[in-house]
């Protein structure tokens, strides 16, 4: 392993790929601490110190977590990168989700520039809801204790006797917002093909998985705090190594199932054309237990903090407040859906099962499959060609989707249930499963896998010389693009070295 990361910087071209990966890393870092124009930094820095000493309680406190996560604390920062990629993210789950259900879409992605269209869609409906969610920022600004990633920013306002933003800024600043966190997330959507292109691994994912990675020191800050502070007795210590092996553990199961695959065994007919004989050989057809992937917790997690999202700002209204009936609804439907019900776990577990079984019928197609082994003379052995093959295909992966969903449940619980049992914060609980988690995996795997491939093929050892990695979250890749050349690369570190060179100047001035 280690003789691994040391030959990558012995390959030119890889090494220039992840030095390019890095500059570009680095950019994302600084463009989340940039705030936003007319911001009040000083009531951020106040608000900081507040929430280093008080933890965030409430039915927002897990939906606030999530945000920080995703966004890489771009949101309680104000920057510019605000709403990371996640609008590009969205936008691209529409149009993969389009693609599958309407048959018009579908019938582009299958012309010869079909697929450059669809990323010409992608990017118009990413800029749509950049727009939309910018503007909802901006308005959640204005009033930002109604937001649920600034919980007691109102009584911070108070005590420092200023706002965040200015009560005479009006339609110019969220004009101006709007503008910038558009022209950010866009920023962000063209660093992230660069990665792609010229870097290692996919770069919206590694942009998400910095952003989580972001969030790390300061949980295991708060999680040392927790357990070796004066509250915490004379076994927190023990209980701190303890967590440690149970995240190692889960970690570990997360990668058996990430991987896991059933492998269906084809084989093809022989054909003699001339005096040379086609086919006959073995092949194998991999299913994976975990198909549908994240995409069954990020739907399911989308739903169940929207209910929070939309009663936090509906008990706002001054209506709401004189009524005594929506006053005291309000709690105990947001209590419902914070993850202190058991009928959470039960609405998510029924949600991620149905999300994961959509998710596969709609990618999953064993129809065409069977079809397309028909047509080049493949079958499963023990099975007919045609309709059999495509039930045998389909009852297979309804089987491996079953295992599936019931281990995106449990992974899915394990941060809520952990922060209840031991009284955790989100932010600490969030590392020890559900999206973050599995993201964190896929991508690290991801990155590995285009690694020991360009080792592999330049005669190195890769990271595992027993059993090389296999398969992979995004496909192989890495071997067709091209990287960063030595003259730009000299540029681009002299422009990072500009840019840290500005932000550490500013930040003393500060």
């Given at each position: 392993m280690i003789s691994a990361f040391a030959n990558t910087f012995?390959?030119?071209?890889?090494?220039?790929?992840?030095?390019?990966?890095?500059?570009?890393i680095v950019i994302v870092r600084l463009g989340v601490a940039v705030t936003l124009p007319g911001v009040d930094a000083s009531v951020l820095d106040a608000w900081a110190d507040w929430s280093a000493d008080n933890e965030a309680t409430g039915p927002g406190?897990?939906?606030?977590?999530?945000?920080?996560?995703?966004?890489?604390?771009?949101?309680?920062?104000?920057?510019?990168?605000?709403?990371?990629?996640?609008?590009?993210?969205?936008?691209?789950?529409?149009?993969?989700?389009?693609?599958?259900?309407?048959?018009?879409?579908?019938?582009?992605?299958?012309?010869?520039?079909?697929?450059?269209?669809?990323?010409?869609y992608t990017r118009i409906i990413t800029i749509i809801i950049a727009v939309v969610q910018g503007f909802l920022l901006a308005k959640g600004m204005e009033n930002p204790g109604s937001l649920p990633y600034f919980p007691g920013i109102d009584q911070v306002m108070q005590e420092e006797g200023r706002r965040l933003?200015?009560?005479?800024?009006?339609?110019?600043?969220?004009?101006?917002?709007?503008?910038?966190?558009?022209?950010?997330?866009?920023?962000?959507?063209?660093?992230?093909?660069?990665?792609?292109?010229?870097?290692?691994?996919?770069?919206?994912?590694?942009?998400?998985?910095?952003?989580?990675?972001?969030?790390?020191?300061?949980?295991?800050?708060?999680?040392?705090?927790?357990?070796?502070?004066?509250?915490?007795?004379?076994?927190?210590a023990m209980k701190l190594v303890l967590m440690l092996a149970f995240l190692l553990a889960v970690i570990m199961a997360v990668i058996a199932i990430t991987e896991a695959q059933r492998r269906i065994a084809i084989q093809y007919a022989k054909r003699v054309v001339g005096r040379k004989q086609y086919g006959g050989q073995t092949q194998y057809l991999p299913l994976k237990v975990n198909y549908a992937g994240v995409m069954p917790i990020i739907f399911a997690s989308a739903i169940l903090t929207l209910p929070i999202f939309l009663l936090q700002q509906l008990a706002s209204f001054e209506w709401v407040q004189k009524s005594d009936w929506m006053m005291s609804f309000i709690p105990r439907v947001s209590e419902i859906f914070s993850g202190v019900s058991p009928w959470?776990?039960?609405?998510?577990?029924?949600?991620?099962?149905?999300?994961?079984?959509?998710?596969?019928?709609?990618?999953?197609?064993?129809?065409?499959?069977a079809e397309d082994l028909k047509r080049a003379g493949g079958y499963i052995p023990g099975?007919?060609?045609?309709?059999?093959?495509?039930?045998?295909?389909?009852?297979?992966?309804?089987?491996?989707?079953?295992?599936?969903?019931?281990f995106l449940t449990l992974i899915f619980m394990i941060p809520s249930l952990i922060s209840n049992s031991m009284g955790l914060p989100m932010l600490v609980t969030q590392f020890f499963g559900g999206t973050s988690l599995l993201i964190l995996v896929g991508v690290v795997l991801d990155v590995m896998r285009q690694v020991e491939t360009h080792l592999l093929q330049r005669h190195y050892d890769g990271f595992l010389r027993q059993g090389k990695i296999k398969g992979g979250r995004f496909g192989a890749s890495g071997t067709a693009t091209k990287s960063a050349k030595s003259g730009k690369m000299v540029y681009l570190w002299v422009l990072f070295a500009i840019l840290v060179l500005i932000f550490v100047t500013a930040k003393a001035f500060q």
């Open positions: 012995r390959v030119p071209e890889l090494r220039e790929r992840i030095l390019f990966t890095l500059a570009m406190a897990a939906l606030g977590a999530m945000l920080a996560v995703f966004s890489g604390g771009g949101l309680q920062a104000c920057g510019i990168f605000a709403l990371g990629i996640m609008p590009y993210i969205s936008a691209s789950i529409m149009i993969q989700l389009m693609t599958a259900v309407v048959p018009s879409i579908a019938k582009i992605a299958r012309e010869d520039n079909g697929r450059q269209k669809l990323n010409q933003v200015p009560a005479s800024a009006g339609i110019s600043f969220e004009l101006m917002t709007v503008l910038t966190i558009t022209a950010g997330t866009m920023l962000l959507m063209w660093i992230g093909d660069q990665m792609t292109e010229k870097g290692v691994g996919n770069g919206v994912s590694i942009i998400i998985t910095v952003n989580i990675i972001a969030g790390l020191p300061g949980a295991l800050v708060v999680a040392w705090n927790v357990f070796t502070g004066d509250a915490a007795g004379a076994g927190g959470y776990y039960v609405v998510a577990g029924v949600m991620i099962f149905f999300f994961s079984f959509f998710w596969v019928a709609t990618m999953f197609q064993p129809s065409q499959i099975v007919r060609p045609g309709p059999p093959t495509s039930k045998f295909l389909d009852f297979t992966m309804t089987r491996l989707t079953f295992a599936g969903a019931i």
